[in-house]
């Protein structure tokens, strides 16, 4: 199993600044990193796939980067809608695909 | 656009089943792969397993002894059933599916339903 290990476990940053989130696979993955975004009581939503591609109505703020074993997640000038935890997921092993334990974003 | 909503039991006995429905709406059943994915509390997200619409399935190995996912496609929803559940199994159940991936990655996410397994 690929155990997915993000960085750091909490992050505070103000808004209108930049966050940078980083995800580390125990193998390499190739590009096969998808990021969430999860807010209590909703459903969580899907970011990023293929490391870098931004899913349907993502604002362009959020970018992925990396390959292999080291993936980062940035959000430029952060909305107050942004703070949220921050999943990565690989899918490159099968099965499971595994999930990050979480970046908590939040306001400073 | 699809849509999923969970539902079932949200207290289970120890050593009995745990049994939720994902009923799809806004899209046909008959497409796509359909997922269980849990969060225990203070823990990340596991991924129970997948089902396609035709019936084949993979599942956790780390659940695959106790696991059960079936789909119904004349009422268009998939359903999670759990045997032997522990406090461990005390979770938020989340269904999803991968519209756009199949079941690589989700890109739509129900709510999530909380099950508490106690006596």
């Known amino acids: 199993e690929v155990v997915m290990t993000q960085s750091p476990a909490t992050l505070s940053v103000s808004p209108g600044e930049r966050a940078t989130l980083s995800c580390r696979a125990s193998?390499?993955?190739?590009?096969?990193l998808a990021w969430y975004q999860h807010k209590p009581g909703q459903a969580p939503r899907l970011l990023i796939w293929g490391a870098s591609t931004r899913a349907t109505g993502i604002p362009a703020r959020f970018s992925g980067s990396g390959s292999g074993t080291e993936f980062t997640l940035t959000i430029t000038s952060l909305q107050s809608e942004d703070f949220a935890i921050y999943y990565c997921q690989q899918y490159n092993d099968w099965f499971p695909y595994t999930f990050g334990q979480g970046t908590k974003l939040e306001i400073k | 656009q699809v849509q999923l909503q969970e539902s079932g039991p949200g207290l289970v006995k120890p050593s009995e089943t745990l049994s939720l429905i994902c009923s799809v709406s806004g899209g046909s059943i008959n497409k796509y792969y359909w997922s269980w994915i849990r969060q225990s509390p203070g823990k990340g997200l596991e991924w129970i397993g997948y089902i396609y619409y035709s019936g084949s399935t993979n599942y956790n190995p780390s659940l695959k002894s106790r696991v059960f996912i079936s789909v119904d496609t004349s009422r268009n929803f998939f359903s999670l059933n759990l045997n032997s559940v522990t406090a461990a199994d005390t979770a938020l159940y989340y269904c999803?599916?991968?519209?756009?991936?199949?079941?690589?990655?989700?890109?739509?996410w129900g709510k999530g339903t909380t099950v508490t397994v106690s006596s």
């Open positions: 193998q390499s993955i190739s590009l096969n």
């Open positions: 999803a599916t991968g519209v756009g991936s199949g079941y690589y990655y989700m890109d739509v």
